[in-house]
């Protein structure tokens, strides 16, 4: 329980994914805390998870430090599969429901596949927030608190 580095990392990653039920409510207008759970959207909880343990890990035991540079490779692979093969798979999703629709479009009975889940990666954006997101737990976590 003590272990500074693991909390702030799974609060930014708390953090981040209660800003994408807050930014749903506010764009949408519409509350759908079921979004909490879910991958993919603005802010990236991986990229802020991964962010601020960075973060921590620099803060505390310096640039130069073993720790640092495993948590920087760990951070940039991390980011680099939300954006890259994850993001390519929701793209992927999206295809195969225009698959599944034109199915549908043309079956009419009886047969009615379910939709595939299409937001599994993140854009740059969303993955930039999330590091912002991790960046300032960790400050807050390893120097204001």
Known sequence: MSNRWLW????????????KVFLILLIERRWRPAAFMETGGMPSSHSAMVAALTTGVALSE????????????????VMYDATGVRHASGQQGALLNELVQELRDV??????????RV???HTYLE??????VGIGAGFLAFRVI
């Open 8 to 19: 702030t990392a799974i609060l930014a990653s708390t953090s981040a994914q209660l800003i």
């Open 62 to 77: 310096g640039m130069g430090s073993p720790s640092f540079a495993i948590s920087a490779v760990f951070a940039l692979i």
């Open 107 to 116: 079956v009419r009975a009886g047969f009615a596949p379910l939709p595939v």
């Open 119 to 121: 937001l599994l990666g």
């Open 127 to 132: 993955v930039l927030m999330g590091i912002l």
